[in-house]
């Protein structure tokens, strides 16, 4: 298991560019199962997660290639069985059910596992499945669901929580092949779902309204083959727009989507940080005066779960008291006990971090618990005094195509040590 070992203290310089984004190119990859032919997606970010992706894939029966950021497939013949030791790995493997149910009208695929950023259920993706005409059922801990034919339907999508993001995409994937036209209410409209229904138009399909949360979908006979680019990553983006702005450094981050982080860019405007568009990039400053902010987690457009820690990182070391809440994962906290061991002042309220800004952290061995925390833990170790050894790095593998690499890039002292 690998670990970094960070020195900090480095303002950070440069460019850095950002990759295609992991949570749409998971789906995108799922998606080619819904044609024979030959599909062609390019920008995927050479990650664990991709590479399992591309080879569950290939246990389905797919040919799957992943070279130089491009994934090829053809899923001429397929299974519809995708069991535990197939998926086990990642939850997100869960969305090859919809393409296998809209294929096949069925698909026999291992309910995901436990998570540790708390219970991440899939309740709403076998609403879906069932209101398309799907029996579905849990059995030995498999879903499984039958169709003698999918039919369109209007589907509400909302939970507790709001949308699904992975639940609309799912769901969505089933419904371009189903007779006659689906409506998804309350589906979820973050960027990486509008990439997957642009790419599903690119095979064929007719869906309108991505983007917003009412989807419609008409259903057609068949897919074809397609090809596409995956969008940046707009968590990579913020993750690198927190570690230029921690280390009062100045990254032009290159491809990044402003439009996408609209809710992220105005918190860090509040907090004092430059951030500006350049052409098709983003510059971020970190060189004013730091000011707290108080922050919600929301599903798109809303401030993301998913720079919910990065962004308490930040906090930590701005002076005065911020309070971030998370709506969507309210024990996504992992971080703060890490975050801790180097000098930080959080408290939990329930749902909620109240952030109390200290004037150093000073180094530490500490422990990575899942992507996202990880990366906040690596800004920590940027912006520390001294050294910095952030254990179990494969929870970032998962998510940043070679962090150390770039953060090096910008000046980082940051090394990657085999254990
Ligand atoms: C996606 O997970 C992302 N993963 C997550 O990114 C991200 O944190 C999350 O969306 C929220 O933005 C991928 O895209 C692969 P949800 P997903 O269904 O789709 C509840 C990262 O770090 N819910 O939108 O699984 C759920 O418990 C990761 O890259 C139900 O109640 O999340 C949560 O509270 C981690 N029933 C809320 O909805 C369901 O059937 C939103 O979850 C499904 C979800």
Redesign the pocket.
Known sequence: MDRFVINGGVALKGEVAISGS??AA??LIAATLLTAERCVIHGVPNLSDTRYMAAILQELGAEAKFEDGTVTVEAKRIKTVADYDVVRKM??SFCVFGPLLGRHCKAKVSVPGGCV?????????IKGFRALGAEVDIQKGLVIANAKELVGNTIFLG?????????TANVMMAAVLAKGTTVIECA?C?P?VVDVAEFLNKMGAQIHGAGSPTLTIHGVEQLHGAEHTVIADR?EAATFMTAAAITNGDVRLKGARAEHLGAVIDKFRESGIRVERSGPDMVVKGDGVRKPADVVTM?YPGF???VQAQFMTLMAVTPGISVITEK??PERFMHVAELGRLGADISLEGASAIVKGVARLSGAPIMAS???ASAALVLAGLVAQGKTKVNRVYHIDR?YEKIDDKLRALGARIERQKQ
């Open positions: 992991k949570n998971l789906p939850r997100a950023i708390g219970p991440r259920p899939i309740d709403m993706h939970g507790r929580f709001g949308s699904t993001v992975t639940g979820a973050e990486e968590i599903p993301p779960t998913d969507i994962y899942d992507l996202r998510g």
